[in-house]
């Protein structure tokens, strides 16, 4: 099971290099297009089962909501993104998820706020301002427009978190990833099918490799991960599933600095050190929260 959820992390920390790849010869929105189309015929053929509810009149509204937020946005911003940062970058940001899901559920009153939550936040936000370059900023510069689209895309996922609370236990949770994964292939499907058809001659002359990274980004790092985590998550805690997201940074910053695409240097450090020590405090519970829950 914690093999499992290990394996998860593995399979997405190599995930944030086989993207650099694919956009650096393919346009990163189309790319993230055909990826959805592709992933969401995939799940719904192997989950369609899961459903335990199918949507009816306004649930079609939400969920539409939800897959604009948690599929295309999140998608669409994390490839772009990884167009222009690096892959030690992304994956640092990615620890900011927890703290902006708690941000939104609290702003929303899902959660209460103690004062180690609170600090973690400030804490959290100074190591990814660091990360961005706030003390010298070049707002022109790319690899500063990868970050902000990438901590924009793990922003809208939180968001997504947050609001589809409410539909897992309606739909399941496998359910409820496949109706939003879907929806985001049906609105994508113009530009997929446009990419598809328009460039099919320069899909065909990609080389080899460019083809492996795109299987494993929609097997692999859609369809696999999604199926152990939710097998994980039939097990133990869905809070315990989420604390493995913070080996994400280590696995991808240590394969792109072994790779030479990112280099080790004080910033990356200090805003690690921040980031991880603002996650740390968040999980912290005061005798209030206790009694709330």
Same mark, same amino acid.
């Given at each position: 099971?914690?093999?499992?959820?290990?394996?998860?992390?593995?399979?997405?920390?190599?995930?944030?290099?086989?993207?650099?790849? *694919?956009?650096?010869?393919?346009?990163?929105?189309? =790319?993230?297009?055909?990826? *959805?189309?592709?992933?969401?015929?995939?799940?719904?053929?192997f989950?369609?089962?899961?459903?335990?509810?199918?949507?009816?009149?306004?649930?079609?509204?939400?969920?539409i909501?939800? @897959?604009?937020?948690?599929?295309?946005?999140?998608?669409?911003?994390?490839t772009?993104?990884?167009?222009?940062?690096?892959?030690?970058?992304?994956?640092? #940001?990615?620890?900011m998820?927890?703290?902006? +899901?708690?941000?939104?559920?609290? /702003?929303?009153?899902?959660?209460?706020?103690?004062? !180690?939550?609170?600090? @973690?936040?400030?804490?959290?936000?100074?190591?990814?301002? /660091?990360?961005?370059?706030?003390?010298?900023?070049?707002? @022109?510069?790319? #690899?500063?427009?990868?970050? /902000?689209?990438?901590f924009?895309?793990?922003?809208?996922?939180?968001?997504f978190?947050?609001?589809?609370?409410?539909? /897992?236990?309606?739909?399941?949770?496998? %359910?409820?990833?496949?109706?939003?994964?879907?929806?985001?292939a049906?609105?994508?499907?113009?530009?997929?099918?446009?990419?598809?058809?328009?460039?099919?001659?320069?899909?065909?002359? &990609?080389? =080899?490799?460019?083809?492996?990274?795109?299987f494993?980004?929609?097997?692999f790092? +859609?369809?696999?991960?999604?199926?152990?985590?939710?097998?994980?998550?039939?097990?133990?805690d869905? @809070?315990?599933?989420?604390?493995?997201? !913070?080996?994400?940074?280590?696995?991808? %910053?240590?394969?792109?600095?072994?790779?030479?695409?990112?280099? *080790? +240097?004080?910033r990356?450090?200090?805003?690690?050190?921040?980031i &991880?020590v603002? &996650?740390? &405090?968040?999980t912290?519970?005061?005798?209030?929260?206790?009694?709330?829950?």
């Amino acid at each position: 099971m914690y093999g499992a959820l290990v394996l998860v992390q593995l399979i997405f920390g190599l995930h944030y290099l086989t993207t650099s790849l *694919i956009v650096d010869r393919v346009d990163a929105f189309e =790319w993230t297009a055909i990826r *959805i189309l592709l992933a969401g015929i995939l799940m719904f053929v192997f989950y369609r089962k899961r459903i335990l509810n199918f949507p009816k009149g306004k649930d079609w509204n939400f969920l539409i909501v939800l @897959s604009i937020l948690g599929i295309i946005l999140n998608t669409a911003l994390f490839t772009k993104g990884l167009e222009l940062t690096t892959p030690a970058h992304a994956s640092l #940001l990615s620890c900011m998820i927890p703290v902006m +899901t708690l941000i939104f559920a609290w /702003i929303l009153g899902y959660e209460e706020m103690n004062r !180690y939550k609170s600090l @973690s936040l400030i804490i959290a936000m100074s190591g990814a301002l /660091i990360l961005l370059g706030i003390d010298n900023l070049d707002v @022109s510069s790319d #690899l500063f427009v990868g970050d /902000i689209l990438v901590f924009i895309n793990f922003t809208c996922f939180g968001l997504f978190l947050v609001l589809s609370k409410s539909m /897992i236990k309606h739909h399941s949770p496998l %359910g409820l990833s496949v109706l939003v994964m879907s929806i985001g292939a049906v609105l994508l499907l113009p530009l997929s099918a446009k990419g598809i058809y328009l460039n099919h001659d320069s899909w065909l002359n &990609l080389p =080899w490799w460019i083809y492996v990274a795109a299987f494993y980004s929609v097997f692999f790092a +859609t369809v696999v991960t999604y199926s152990l985590n939710y097998y994980a998550m039939s097990h133990v805690d869905s @809070s315990k599933v989420a604390l493995f997201i !913070y080996l994400q940074p280590v696995v991808a %910053g240590t394969l792109s600095v072994g790779l030479g695409l990112d280099e *080790i +240097t004080p910033r990356l450090l200090l805003s690690s050190f921040l980031i &991880l020590v603002g &996650l740390g &405090l968040s999980t912290i519970e005061t005798k209030s929260d206790s009694e709330i829950s």
